[in-house]
């Protein structure tokens, strides 16, 4: 059994650490921002600047592009120089952002071991790993669209725009239900597994059946809507199982979107909370929201 002035403990250290690393990075950055100069300068137009980051997100774009073209063999062949530059130019254009990053950052350890740093870093090394023959590069095509993962910076733009509200909703939302979906998911693969082996065990191992693993597949596919119809199931039995599932997978939708559609609505609520508790001194009436300082009614003082 867990004791709950350990565990409480164990919390207070947590965010007694936490607090630390956050009160050494500001300290950091209100140094560098009092010093200014050249690093804080090219700092905020690599970190705060919204033409740099549209303009990192055009090339993004247009690099995850020409991967994808540069896999289609007749436009290979005829246009091998073009990609082989293409590919150059993008990759020494994220390399010095990515070194740039690292030398204006005010904690560049901490870049380089975030996610996007991760992520960054990731994206450059395939040519690289080119050069010195430790691997083709034309087999890390799929690493190099990587890249595209940088497409998250796209909320630091959000953030000037007017859709940084809705956004903020939808992550907060997403995240106050992380609980629930990962039950919900562990729910789901339960189910499957347990169909999946019921429809092995109903098809004798026949018709695509022929082990439990792919009867579980047959069973992802049909409960997620995908149906690709690689493995049917013959017996009337079968067939029975199978229309249920069928039914069962508008209700994963139904339950999966309402979690998330359930927890918008209950911030948006919370922010808009009534309050019987406060009543106007003028008009005397009740029911204002609980964040309100005046009547919505008369637009006097409210008490409470």
């Known amino acids: 059994m867990n004791n709950p002035i350990f565990t409480l403990e164990k919390l207070a250290i ?3 650490s936490a607090t ?4 050494t990075f500001t300290a950091i950055a209100r140094k560098m921002i009092t010093q200014g100069g050249w690093r804080y300068e090219m700092y905020k137009v690599i970190y705060r600047s919204k033409v740099f980051s549209i303009t990192l997100l055009i090339l993004i774009l247009s690099s995850s592009s020409a991967v994808i073209l540069q896999s ?7 246009y091998k120089d073009v990609f082989i530059f293409l590919e150059w130019f993008f990759t020494i254009l994220f390399t010095v952002e990515y070194f740039s990053r690292i030398i204006v950052a005010p904690q560049p350890l901490r870049y380089m071991l975030s996610t996007m740093g991760i992520i960054d870093f990731i994206s450059i090394f395939p040519m690289y790993f080119g050069i010195i023959h430790l691997s083709n590069t034309s ?3 799929v690493i190099r669209l990587v890249r595209l993962f940088r497409l998250l910076r796209v909320f630091d733009l959000i ?3 007017k859709y940084a509200k809705e956004v903020r909703v ?3 939302a997403v995240h106050a239900s992380q609980r629930k979906i990962s039950i919900f998911i562990l729910s789901v693969l339960i189910a499957v597994t347990i169909l999946g082996s019921f429809m092995y065990v109903i098809e004798k191992g026949n018709h695509g059946f022929e082990s439990i693993p792919k009867s579980i597949y047959w069973a992802i596919v049909t409960i997620t809507a995908v149906g690709y119809g690689d493995i049917v199931p013959k017996t009337p039995i079968g067939q029975a199982l199978a229309s249920l599932l069928m039914l069962l997978s508008f209700g994963i939708i139904v339950v999966f979107t ?3 559609g359930a927890e918008i609505y209950r911030q948006r609520d919370e922010k808009k909370m009534v309050s019987e508790s406060k009543s106007c001194l003028d008009c005397s009436m009740p029911g204002h929201d609980s964040n309100a300082s005046y009547c919505k009614y008369c637009g006097g003082r409210l008490w409470g």
């Open 14 to 16: 947590k965010h007694k």
């Open 20 to 23: 630390k690393k956050l009160e």
């Open 72 to 78: 289609v063999p007749s436009l290979y062949i005829s």
């Open 139 to 141: 087999h890390l095509i």
């Open 159 to 161: 953030e000037y725009t």
């Open 170 to 172: 939808l992550l907060r």
């Open 258 to 260: 309402s979690i998330v």
